[in-house]
Every structure is written in C-alpha cells, then in structure tokens.
C-alpha cells in the first residue's frame, strides 16, 4: 500500500468533531462552552444542579454581549445575531449521563482534585459512545493519570485553555503516551476551528506555559521573602524590564494565590527533589488567611473599594 494511500486512510477515520460536552461551568468551562458554540459546534455545558446551569448560561450571555458590543459596535442588528446564534448552538443540564450519551467530545474542566476527576471519568466512561474524545482541561495534573481509569486512554488528551478563554488565544494540546494520532489529530482540528493557535506538549509537569510561569511567580515570593525587594518594585521591574504585560505579584492575584498553591504542593508531593516545585511559605500563609487575590479582594495586593 503506498504511503499517500495509508495518509487518505488516516485522514478518512478521522472524525469531525461537532457536538460537544463541558462539564464544569466555571470560568474556565463557560468560556469554553462559549467559544465553542460562538464556531457552531453544538455545545451542552453540564453542572451539578439547575441553578449553576443557570448562573453558567447567564455568565455566558453577558460575556456575549460585552463581545458583541466591542465586535459589532456600529451594526447592533450584527451583534444581535451573533448573540442569538452563539445561544442557539449552546444548552444547559445537570443530566450528567443522558447529556454525553451522544457527544463527539467531552472536555472536563473540574476542581484539580484527581480522585474527583477519576470519579467523574469512570462514570461517564461506561455510557459515552466508544468513539467518543475525552479531554481534560487541568492545569497542572497528569493526562495520563487522569484517563487512566478509562478504557478508552488512546482517545484520552489534554486541552488547556487559558483564561479568559474568549480572548485568550493559546491552547495547549497534550498528548499521552497512549493518545493514539487520531484523536491528536481531531484535538488539534477542533482547536483550530475555535480559533486558537495550537501548540503541543508532552503530558509533562505544567505542560509549557505553567511549567515556566509557577516557577517564575514562586521565585518571584521567595525573592520577596528575603527582603530583596518590594512586590510593587519587583513587577515593575519585570514589566519595564523585561516587557512582562503584568508583573509576578500582579499575576499571581490574578490567578489565584490558592490556585498557585495547589500546584506547587501537586508538584512537591510528586517531584519531592526539583527545588522549583517546592511550596512558599508566605504564600501558603496569604491563602490560609483567606487572601487569594484578586476574587477575595486582597492577596500581595488589596482590591476593596
């Protein structure tokens, strides 16, 4: 058989990916539910009860209309059937088992716990189509650990969306040592159809942009902890210095000082010898005192009004 017959063959099996479940409707699932639903995919975003598909959908629809309102400024008719349509495409349900049952692809963008990602993977596992995708969206966890559990980790990756993932236009496609080029392939394609640039990534610590970034915000403390210098002068540094749009403590705010933390602690249990993953003491004190940046209203900085 000739090569460009097996490459036809390849490109042939590879399934077009249309109708898609987020289960998680978070920030991180309800923007992707968006952009999803924005490129005409049929999207169901699942939670726990009706009211969070609720309070999910209603974050949705305003986010839409800030997009239209910037996209459309000068057709509001335009604008209104962008809104409109994005909706069309996009439902909610707190039926976990009866909403994958005819899915292309499910995305998990859950808390970072794993016994709870394995719980919610096994489950939906045994009633999915076989040829179905799963992906998760963890920022720091194993994809190989978290599919594991399944019976299906050759159609098992990683898709990291970056917040807010309607602007944000980085995703990071993970492959596992057991992802088959299939599903890799049908991961990158629908990422592309969302519009965002794809990069790939071995199923590594922190994948690229974590992997750099929760070393680089730890350094940052620890510097800070010597008494070196000020946070306030330390990001400024980094963003005149080295062109940073935000500096490490405004950074680390933003995403979360607890969220940080979980990660380094992920990491020290696992990597217990890379000094880089080794949890900062001052962070782990901010978080206990329930400062987590900028969603508490005070972290290295404070945000009450």
């Not at 305003?62 to 996009?90: M, P």
């Not at 016994?115 to 999915?128: M, R, Y």
Request: some cysteine.
């Amino acid at each position: 058989m000739s090569v460009l017959r097996v490459f036809s063959r390849k490109m042939a099996t590879a399934a077009k990916i249309n109708n898609v479940v987020i289960i998680g409707g978070g920030l991180m699932g309800s923007g992707i539910a968006q952009v999803a639903a924005a490129t005409g995919h049929n999207v169901t975003l699942v939670e726990v009860n009706d009211q969070l598909v609720d309070k999910a959908i209603g974050g949705i629809k305003k986010s839409l209309e800030r997009v239209a309102k910037k996209q459309f400024k000068d057709d509001t008719a335009k604008g209104q059937e962008y809104i409109q349509g994005t909706l069309e495409k996009l439902k909610g349900s707190a039926k976990l088992e009866e909403s994958v049952a005819n899915s292309d692809l499910v995305i998990e963008a859950i808390i970072e716990k794993m016994p709870i990602k394995h719980e919610l993977f096994s489950k939906i596992d045994a009633v999915a189509p076989k040829g179905t995708v799963f992906a998760s969206n963890t920022s720091s966890l194993s994809i190989g650990e978290i599919g594991s559990i399944t019976k299906r980790q050759d159609r098992f990756g990683g898709l990291h969306f970056f917040n807010p993932v309607p602007m944000m236009k980085l995703l990071e496609v993970i492959r596992t040592e057991k992802t088959s080029e299939e599903t890799y392939q049908q991961l990158m394609e629908f990422g592309k159809r969302l519009g965002k640039t794809c990069i790939t990534c071995k199923d590594t610590p922190g994948f690229v942009v974590n992997r750099l970034l929760v070393p680089y915000m730890a350094e940052a403390v620890r510097l800070l902890e010597r008494g070196d210098a000020s946070a306030r002068d330390i990001d400024i540094a980094m963003k005149l210095g080295a062109g940073y749009p935000m500096g490490p403590f405004e950074l680390s705010d933003y995403v979360g000082l607890d969220t940080t933390n979980n990660i380094l602690q992920g990491w020290h249990e696992k990597y217990p010898d890379n000094p880089l993953f080794k949890p900062v003491k001052l962070v782990e004190k901010l978080v206990s005192e329930g400062k987590l940046g900028v969603k508490s209203g005070e972290g290295f900085y404070s945000y009450k009004k």
